[in-house]
């Protein structure tokens, strides 16, 4: 489930033993002012207190970093990295939630063992968490955005070579580099769909170029910090409409480009909506964090 300012978005996948998982709810619903009743009447509408519920936190509220990991057990992990992030937060430290994911040991060629840390005001998770328990909804977890993303590249792999992935929504560009359902590499592209949507045919060339030097610049980072893990292809999420993005970048990059269809890995039959790119692309963290509620951790 996600909340924005004016609109709360809900998802639900269940896997049945069909060849793909089943979207049986992804819905959008008005969110007023007190986020709390619209999580409640959701609640009573949808049941919600039945099943393991996901929140999105926005990109604005947390900092995801890729850090050298402290020589440290890993129970102390958590710990041993909150003094590095001094020098990324506007905040105090001590006033930080934090979060440590690893990258998979062995897999790094060039650098020793990293984690990704992702970090949030305590202020900003605990209104989440208390909104939800207010609403006597089961919360089981915050998500972001970069973790959704890779639960859905996850559902394109093969073998065990590497995916790029970018999709573009209000909050800009995001771009993940996922092999073997783990997270690798992210990196944010500040154009917003807004901007690729909205401009000129010759503004849009502008910011297709700077679009394209960013993506060349992190494919050769990630082949020179990960040359284990060859590249297979760019995928391109869902856009609401063709704006010649794909082709663009499929003539001007190193590595094969492919648009997305999540039908052609997830089964629509229950949200016949979703077979359109505009849904997809309004949908996708959503269906994104479904994803990690219904395989776990």
């Known amino acids: 489930m996600n909340l924005y300012g004016d609109r709360a978005?809900?998802?639900?996948?269940?896997r049945d033993g069909s060849e793909r998982p089943v979207v049986d709810t992804c819905a959008q619903f008005a969110n007023g002012a007190d986020g709390v009743q619209t999580l409640q009447k959701l609640r009573r509408e949808l049941h919600l207190d039945r099943f393991r519920c996901a929140t999105l936190l926005p990109a604005r509220q947390y900092q995801l970093q890729l850090v050298e990991a402290p020589n440290v057990p890993e129970a102390e992990m958590k710990a041993a990295v909150r003094w590095r992030l001094k020098d990324y937060l506007e905040y105090p430290v001590e006033s930080a939630t934090v979060d440590v994911m690893a990258v998979p040991a062995g897999e790094i060629a060039n650098r020793g063992r990293s984690v990704h840390v992702v970090s949030a005001r305590n202020e900003d998770?605990?209104?989440?968490?208390?909104m939800f328990a207010q609403a006597k909804?089961?919360?089981?977890?915050?998500?972001?955005?970069?973790?959704?993303?890779?639960n859905l590249a996850a559902l394109f792999e093969t073998d065990r070579r590497a995916l790029a992935t970018l999709s573009f929504s209000e909050e800009g560009g995001m771009l993940t580099f996922t092999a073997s359902g783990e997270l690798y590499?992210?990196?944010?592209?500040e154009i917003s769909l807004e901007?690729?949507?909205?401009?000129?045919?010759?503004?849009?060339?502008?910011?297709?170029?700077?679009?394209?030097?960013?993506?060349?610049?992190?494919?050769?980072?990630?082949?020179r910090q990960f040359s284990n893990i060859p590249i297979a292809r760019l995928l391109l999420a869902p856009l609401p409409q063709d704006i010649g993005l794909a082709a663009y970048l499929a003539g001007n990059l190193s590595a094969p480009v492919e648009s997305v269809n999540l039908g052609d890995v997830l089964d629509f039959h229950q949200v016949p909506e979703l077979r359109e790119a505009a849904e997809q692309n309004l949908r996708w963290r959503t269906l994104g964090a479904a994803l990690r509620v219904e395989s776990g951790p």
């Open 9 to 14: 978005e809900v998802g639900r996948i269940r």
């Open 125 to 130: 998770i605990n209104t989440r968490m208390q």
């Open 137 to 150: 909804v089961p919360l089981q977890v915050i998500e972001i955005g970069e973790m959704a993303q890779r």
């Open 185 to 189: 590499l992210s990196r944010r592209i």
């Open 195 to 223: 901007q690729l949507l909205g401009v000129q045919p010759e503004a849009r060339d502008q910011l297709f170029e700077r679009i394209t030097l960013e993506l060349q610049r992190s494919l050769d980072h990630f082949d």
